[in-house]
T-cell receptor, first 112, second 115 residues
Framework: AQSVTQLDSQVPVFEEAPVELRCNYSSSVSVYLFWYVQYPNQGLQLLLKYLSGSTLVKGINGFEAEFNKSQTSFHLRKPSVHISDTAEYFCAVRGGGNKLTFGTGTQLKVEL | GAGVSQSPRYKVAKRGQDVALRCDPISGHVSLFWYQQALGQGPEFLTYFQNEAQLDKSGLPSDRFFAERPEGSVSTLKIQRTQQEDSAVYLC?????????????FGPGTRLLVL
């Protein structure tokens, strides 16, 4: 079985500041890791995913994430956030089966 | 092209009523997933189809929940005798084949409120 922990339920940050959203996972098998973003009243949109190879993954909207196997982490980062990045961010893991297991989400609030 | 669509977008039901939620996946996508997202929580897996075959229904919370995909395209999630704890957003997702490496594309969800 897999599980995902997102320790920060809310992260406030000023516009143009850097941000890191933390994600830790546990799994007994090799996993694929995903970050999704959810804007209000919308479905989930994929930001990026780690399948294999380079541990630094670049995604859409300037986001990137680094897979760290020893620390079982997959933290999401952006060097300079914009007001439009305000949304809920979900980390997810996919192990041996087909379903995604999600964390509880981190609400990113970008302030002027 | 068109993404995943779901209807209705909002549904209010009285406790004890039956509801049916519809999902139209991306055309040609073999795999279809249903997730339940309670308020303030991440989505939780309910069930998975590959074409018309329901391969995994381990996440369905009770026998009041039933899903079908009879022709391998549109899917319906039915909840019988709704309870207040069924209030949530129900998300549908589809992927091309169901390979674990593939991206799942999500619809906007149906927000169900049971009074």
């Amino acid at each position: 079985a897999q599980s995902v922990t997102q320790l920060d339920s809310q992260v406030p940050v000023f516009e143009e500041a850097p941000v890191e959203l933390r994600c830790n996972y546990s799994s007994s098998v090799s996993v694929y890791l995903f970050w999704y973003v959810q804007y209000p009243n919308q479905g989930l949109q994929l930001l990026l995913k780690y399948l294999s190879g380079s541990t630094l993954v670049k995604g859409i909207n300037g986001f990137e994430a680094e897979f760290n196997k020893s620390q079982t982490s997959f933290h999401l980062r952006k060097p300079s956030v914009h007001i439009s990045d305000t949304a809920e961010y979900f980390c997810a893991v996919r192990g041996g089966g087909n379903k995604l297991t999600f964390g509880t989400g981190t609400q990113l609030k970008v302030e002027l | 092209g068109a993404g995943v669509s779901q209807s209705p977008r909002y549904k209010v039901a009285k406790r004890g009523q039956d509801v049916a939620l519809r999902c139209d996946p991306i055309s040609g996508h073999v795999s279809l997933f249903w997730y339940q997202q309670a308020l303030g929580q991440g989505p939780e897996f309910l069930t998975y189809f590959q074409n018309e075959a329901q391969l995994d229904k381990s996440g369905l919370p009770s026998d009041r929940f039933f899903a079908e995909r009879p022709e391998g395209s549109v899917s319906t999630l039915k909840i019988q005798r709704t309870q207040q704890e069924d209030s949530a957003v129900y998300l549908c997702a589809s992927s091309l084949f169901g390979d674990p490496q593939e991206t799942q594309y999500f619809g906007p969800g149906t927000r169900l409120l049971v009074l």
